[in-house]
């Protein structure tokens, strides 16, 4: 099983390529209908203006080791259903966004290589140049 990071946009093209999205937001877009992830989710405060990002980031690692990095792969592992596993939020990969932050828990606790997830049709490859 492989875990990857993704938004909502691209669960047409995850399912595509047999990628479990399970959204890991507080609340699911309409037209979703697949596996949600509660337990790491950012809390309603954390998503309201009145909470700067230094605070979010303190408060969201505070949920991910109260959580415990063994206990998150439990349930990943579980909600997977032995495919590779999208975790998916709103935000596009360039903007902050507590999937990143949560891979990176579990890249460092768990050495899991969680990476965001790339079509390889929408990879450009420069061409060599000799000059």
Same mark, same amino acid.
């Given at each position: 099983?492989?875990?990857?990071?993704? *938004?909502?946009?691209?669960? =047409? $093209?995850?399912? @595509?390529?047999?990628?479990?999205?399970?959204?890991?937001?507080?609340? &699911?877009?309409?037209?979703?209908?697949?596996?949600?992830?509660?337990?790491?989710?950012?809390?309603?405060?954390?998503?309201?203006?009145?909470?700067?990002?230094?605070? *979010?980031?303190?408060?969201? =690692? $505070?949920?991910? @080791?109260?959580?415990?990095?063994?206990?998150?792969?439990?349930?990943? &592992?579980?909600?997977?259903?032995?495919?590779?596993?999208?975790?998916?939020?709103?935000?596009?990969?360039?903007?902050?966004?507590?999937?990143?932050?949560?891979?990176?828990?579990?890249?460092?606790?768990?050495?899991?290589?969680?990476?965001?997830?790339?079509?390889?049709?929408?990879?450009?490859?420069?061409?060599?140049?000799?000059?």
């Amino acid at each position: 099983m492989r875990i990857y990071t993704s *938004y909502f946009g691209k669960i =047409k $093209k995850l399912r @595509e390529r047999n990628i479990e999205p399970v959204s890991i937001s507080r609340w &699911k877009p309409k037209f979703y209908e697949g596996k949600m992830m509660l337990s790491v989710a950012p809390t309603p405060y954390m998503l309201s203006e009145s909470c700067s990002r230094e605070e *979010y980031i303190r408060l969201y =690692k $505070k949920i991910l @080791e109260n959580r415990g990095a063994g206990n998150i792969f439990q349930e990943i &592992k579980s909600l997977s259903g032995g495919k590779d596993i999208a975790l998916c939020c709103y935000e596009t990969p360039e903007k902050f966004c507590h999937r990143h932050l949560l891979a990176d828990f579990l890249n460092t606790e768990l050495n899991l290589g969680v990476n965001e997830f790339e079509d390889e049709k929408e990879v450009k490859i420069e061409e060599p140049t000799l000059f």
